[in-house]
Nanobody, 111 residues
Framework: QVQLVESGGGLVRPGGSLRLSCAVS????????MAWYRQAPGKQREFVASILSAGGTVYADSVKGRFTISRDNTKNTIYLQMNSLKSDDTANYYCWLPSYWGQGTQVTVSS
């Protein structure tokens, strides 16, 4: 059974940083694209960033230059380093492996 478990969310002040992790069990991530999505209250889930098995990355315009997605295939884990956080970044952040979703981790940016 494939499971994705996100961690690292929390409350942070505007301008602060957080690092999210997504640990995958039940499947090797080596050959798969993986991604982060987010969903704010009352809004649809939206794409944040993706990373190919070879390491190529794509970012939503809203996070470009502030967020960095990475992966460690030896740990079967992906990460999302979030810097210069804004209140608009407040959302539940989800990890995605093709056909699978994690349960999400809440990020709240507030003073």
């Amino acid at each position: 059974q494939v499971q994705l478990v996100e961690s690292g969310g929390g409350l942070v002040r505007p301008g602060g940083s957080l690092r999210l992790s997504c640990a995958v069990s039940g499947s090797s991530i080596n050959n798969y694209i993986m991604a982060w999505y987010r969903q704010a209250p009352g809004k649809q889930r939206e794409f944040v960033a993706s990373i190919l098995s070879a390491g190529g990355t794509v970012y939503a315009d809203s996070v470009k230059g502030r967020f960095t997605i990475s992966r460690d295939n030896t740990k079967n884990t992906i990460y999302l380093q979030m810097n210069s956080l804004k209140s608009d970044d407040t959302a539940n952040y989800y990890c995605w492996l093709p056909s699978y979703w994690g349960q999400g981790t809440q990020v709240t940016v507030s003073s």
